[in-house]
């Protein structure tokens, strides 16, 4: 069998032991890794809303069910796991959450390794920002945990530049990715998408640019809108109900019929000419099929710069002309 080359779609385990069960978690995992899949992406908190206990870990128990049953598969895969907003009991999420206290970091971690199986993991994600902790502490405890990367998930971008300033001074590895929402459409301003629940959310383009400038990788969560884009029984939620959008679905589906493929197909290739990497979470082996095959779809220059200008004013350009 000829070898498959690396996939950059990123594989979701939200729902991974709770509405998706075990044996379908599995052929997933299965597919995702035959057809050149290597990130997949889990949390301590998934998906306490779905358990029955109302505590997350059911994921990451699936996943370490997985690596110890595929002997050899730890070394084509790289697991990303986060920490930081699992509720305290029952029913206490937002109010009450681990949060980032160096104690709840190093327990929360030592659990996750548990269940996963694993004395390392390859990316380590906060969760989301606490701001009863300083992001020094934060950063000083991360550096004395077993994992190779850290990143971050609904953070400003002020805050990330504060720790990764931090951990340069101290000689610890900074955070070097970002986690947030993004699709083609954009959200009316000040509305957050559906699904989620952070105030720094959703990908702006200031986050971008902090990103892009500092070389750290940007993944994208929820990028094909639960499926909206190509399914009619999912309506296009309101705060994406805008004249911007208008153009912007106009040409997305110029694109779609000129390159024989479906509106996320077109999202996922778009999403990765810009350099963001992003995530699915569907629970059908045919819907990672489909996202498999939309990320390797190539669009042309023009393609492109229809579907990045359809509806931006001219920007003014940092670097003056001299």
């Not at 690596?67 to 070394?75: E, F, I, K, S």
């Not at 902790?133 to 994992?147: K, M, Q």
């Not at 702006?204 to 969560?221: C, F, I, K, R, V």
């Not at 992003?278 to 710069?305: E, I, R």
Request: glycine letters at 8%; proline letters at 6%; charged letters at 25%.
């Amino acid at each position: 069998m000829v070898e498959a080359t690396h996939s950059p779609l990123v594989l979701g385990a939200m729902m991974f032991g709770t509405t998706i069960d075990e044996h379908t978690s599995f052929a997933l995992l299965d597919r995702f890794v035959e057809r050149g899949g290597t990130w997949i992406d889990t949390a301590n908190c998934y998906s306490f809303w779905a358990s029955g206990t109302g505590h997350g870990g059911d994921s990451e128990q699936i996943l370490g069910r997985w690596l110890a049953a595929r002997p050899g598969v730890r070394d084509q895969v790289q697991i990303a796991t986060k920490l930081g907003a699992e509720p305290l009991g029952p029913g206490s999420w937002p109010d009450r959450r681990e949060g980032l206290s160096p104690a709840a970091i190093k327990a929360a971690f030592a659990r996750s390794q548990e269940r996963l199986g694993l004395d390392r993991v390859d990316l380590l994600w906060l969760h989301q920002e606490d701001r009863s902790v300083p992001i020094e502490d934060v950063v000083d405890t991360l550096a004395g945990l077993d994992a190779d990367r850290f990143g971050v998930s609904n953070f400003p971008a002020w805050l990330v530049e504060r720790g990764r300033a931090h951990a340069t001074k101290i000689g610890a590895k900074p955070f070097d990715a970002l986690q947030l929402n993004a699709t083609y459409l954009r959200p009316r301003p000040g509305t957050l998408s559906p699904g989620v629940v952070h105030r720094f959310g959703v990908l702006s383009d200031e986050q971008a640019d902090y990103a892009a400038e500092h070389q750290m990788d940007l993944w994208a969560y929820t990028p094909l809108m639960s499926g909206a884009y190509d399914n009619p029984a999912k309506p296009i939620d309101e705060v994406y109900d805008h004249p911007g959008n208008t153009a912007r679905l106009k040409v997305l589906d110029e694109v779609a019929t000129e390159s024989q493929a479906s509106r996320s197909q077109v999202v996922l290739a778009w999403l990765l000419s810009r350099g963001i990497r992003p995530m699915l979470g569907g629970s059908k082996v045919s819907q990672l099929d489909t996202a498999l095959d939309g990320v390797d779809l190539k669009l042309t220059d023009d393609q492109l710069h229809r579907l990045n200008a359809v509806d931006h004013s001219s920007w003014a350009d940092p670097y003056p002309k001299k």
